[in-house]
């Protein structure tokens, strides 16, 4: 497996596993994140879980042609259904859908979850119903970052069963701690992403009798949460 084939996405992932992980990797692609992790021996186990055929023959193919189709079980499944209990899994990855994509299937599946896992998640937009799903269900986010690939913003989201925190609807929005740290990536996320807002809510206000009010002021208020984030930093420089 060439280490190189991981995305930059992929790599920030993997480096949220748990160092001897009994990985699940949900909606596994090609299998690359798996297969990279068990070459440089950071995970003891893994399962891949796909639910589209193609991708899992390209997942059954990457695992085979490294050798390692003893330690990778590749599983046509759907969600979390990929995981058996003797599998003993201690974290599991679901990356590249949308964020209530990843919500449903932990809702959904949650009998399936032991609640000891780590929960390595990064979803494509959604980040905000899939927060309030964690805080919901008793998971404390220990850690998030964004980046920027391919003009693309991508977030990572890791939490585990642990003392439940209240999280305000802006910490669910922004992420608790992006909002603390307030990187130049979050930031810089913030500002493209206020402009998008921006002129959507123009169109929105000029079609305002075929649009709900309920869809135009919670654009609204997130046009006012971003400002006055950006604003605050702007104070500071």
């Known amino acids: 497996m060439n280490e190189q084939r991981l995305s930059e996405r992929l790599k920030r992932v993997a480096a949220h ?3 001897a ?8 692609d090609h299998g690359y994140l798996l297969v990279a992790l068990m070459t440089r021996g950071l995970i003891t186990a893994g399962v891949a ?6 991708p899992f023959h390209a997942a059954q193919r990457t695992v085979r042609e490294n050798g390692l189709s003893e330690r990778i079980s590749v599983r046509l499944a759907n969600g979390l259904a990929a995981i058996e209990q003797e599998d003993g899994i201690t974290a599991i990855s679901l990356c590249g859908m949308g964020g209530e994509t990843i919500r449903d299937i932990l809702a959904r ?3 399936r979850l032991s609640g000891s896992e780590r929960l390595i998640l990064q979803p494509n937009g959604g980040e905000q119903p899939l927060r309030q799903w964690l805080m919901d269900n008793g998971y404390r986010i220990l850690a998030e970052e964004v980046l920027r690939e391919n003009r693309f913003d991508y ?14 609807d802006q910490e669910l ?8 740290a307030r990187s130049s990536a979050f930031l810089a996320k913030w500002q493209r992403r206020l402009r ?3 002129r959507t809510l123009s169109h929105l206000t000029q079609a ?17 949460w971003i400002s006055e984030l950006l604003a605050q930093e702007g104070a500071k420089c």
Do not use: M, N
């Open 173 to 180: 929005y922004f992420g608790p701690l992006l909002l603390q």
């Open 17 to 19: 596993v748990p160092a």
């Open 49 to 54: 879980g796909e639910v589209a055929v193609t």
């Open 109 to 111: 599946d949650k009998a």
């Open 208 to 224: 305002r009798q075929t649009v709900p009010e309920e869809k135009v002021q919670a654009l609204t208020q997130q046009v006012s």
């Open 196 to 198: 998008l807002k921006q």
């Open 21 to 28: 992980a009994r990985l699940a990797d949900i909606g596994s």
């Open 155 to 168: 977030e990572i989201i890791v939490a585990e069963r642990r003392e439940p925190v209240p999280y305000t």
